[in-house]
């Protein structure tokens, strides 16, 4: 971007899921915007996201679902593997009413990507801040070359550790207790683990198995955070793989290979860092017209796999309540309908939200063996708060 000035009606700050499925809704919508992402390419951080009900209602809204089903295979059945002693225990894993798949993560930006303009997302764009215009109260967004973008409304996407969440006035998110390795494991032959998810546990390790096809293996293993696993040693695949499978000791043979023959490049280790459930209940997500969305709204930790069928909800909610109130703006009000519709979203998203990032901080608790109270708390706040476990992909975000 060479320009030093520009104007934009709505800009979306981050290039990752979110950002770009509330381009593609509000496009939908007839509704232009430019995504700015600080990347030079597309990131697809975290290898494979598992899509419940809720994220492909989500997704058949946006217009992409048929063409993600053509690359993943259904998984009709789940299998819950208790690992004791090196032995395995069997016991049926409900995985709720509807459809669940296993998706390569570049495999939906892409699908998200071809359905936008090209000239519609800026590569290599980085905002370092954003303040509100003293006379109009617009946003004005600094990149880091220097470059002001003058906009009308500012959609921050920008992740967990976004600038506009801070800008908004959400809290710093915290880190957790656990931290989550992830792997494709690719067999030249079909693999042989059929079409289950399978999901094994031992003492505070858990390990969860998916195929995305009948070639392709995604896994994904959390374990109890050490110093290492915060330092420069968790980007290295030597430290992950070893890391990984001293935690897997005992686990079946096929699962230890699993780990073993997950080539370096398609291994990622990761802290898991989250928003508290309590804080999202106060938090202000708008700011004038500045308002958050996905991981910048909500980051959550992985155990109910809800983070990025959340963040494609947060969009389709956010295109349907601008649209709406844009078409009033036209014939006069146009900051205060934009910040209306904002509200409207917020209002509509942050219960739902709430739950979900409470459903997943008891399950995180429940499975910390470190320490007997926060398990107990964990297991007792599932038991008391959410009797049915899987009702959270009964959700359903309406129509775009």
Excluded at 107 to 129: H, I, N, Q, W
Excluded at 366 to 382: C, H, N, P, W, Y
Aim: proline content about 3%.
């Amino acid at each position: 971007m060479n320009v030093s000035e520009q104007e934009q009606d709505i800009v979306i700050v981050g290039g990752g899921i979110c950002g770009l499925a509330t381009a593609l809704a509000l496009r939908r919508k007839g509704i232009k915007s430019m995504v700015l992402e600080r990347s030079e390419t597309l990131r697809a951080a975290g290898l494979g996201i598992i899509m419940q009900p809720n994220g492909w209602r989500a997704l058949d809204q946006l217009g992409v679902a048929a063409k993600l089903r053509q690359t993943c295979t259904e998984i009709p059945s789940g299998v819950f593997i208790s690992v004791a002693e090196g032995k395995c225990r069997e016991s049926e894993l409900p995985l709720g009413k509807g459809e669940l798949r296993c998706l390569k993560r570049m495999e939906l930006m892409k699908a998200l990507t071809e359905e936008l303009p090209v000239e519609s997302v800026y590569l290599g764009c980085r905002a370092v801040s954003i303040v509100l215009d003293p006379l109009t109260s617009n946003p004005l967004l600094q990149l880091h070359d220097g470059t002001l973008i003058k906009a009308k409304i500012v959609i921050g996407c920008d992740g967990v550790n976004s600038i506009i969440s801070k800008f908004v006035g959400v809290n710093s998110p915290k880190l957790f207790s656990r931290c989550a390795t992830r792997g494709f494991t690719y067999y030249e032959g079909a693999h042989s683990f059929g079409d289950k998810f399978r999901f094994y546990s031992s003492n505070d390790v858990t390990l969860g198995q998916l195929p995305v096809t009948d070639k392709l293996v995604y896994w994904f293993l959390t374990r109890v955070l050490t110093s290492q696993d915060l330092s420069d040693a968790r980007k290295d695949p030597t430290y992950i793989t070893k890391a990984s499978l001293e935690a897997i000791k005992g686990f079946p043979e096929e699962i230890v290979e699993l780990v073993k023959n997950t080539e370096p490049k398609a291994l990622y280790l990761t802290e898991l860092r989250y928003r508290a459930p309590w804080d999202l209940v106060r938090a202000k997500f708008r700011k004038g017209t500045v308002v958050v969305a996905g991981d910048a709204m909500h980051a959550m930790c992985p155990f109910i796999s809800q983070g990025g069928g959340a963040s494609l909800e947060d969009a389709v909610a956010l295109a349907r309540c601008l649209s709406e109130k844009l078409k009033q703006a036209t014939e006069g009000g146009g900051n205060r309908l934009v910040e209306e519709a904002l509200d409207e979203y917020v209002r509509e998203r942050r219960m739902r939200v709430f739950w979900l990032s409470l459903q997943t901080y008891f399950v995180g608790l429940a499975q910390d063996d470190t320490s007997k109270v926060k398990k107990a708390l964990g297991i007792a706040g599932l038991i008391l708060v959410f009797g049915d476990q899987r009702s959270h992909t009964d959700y359903d975000c309406g129509r775009l």
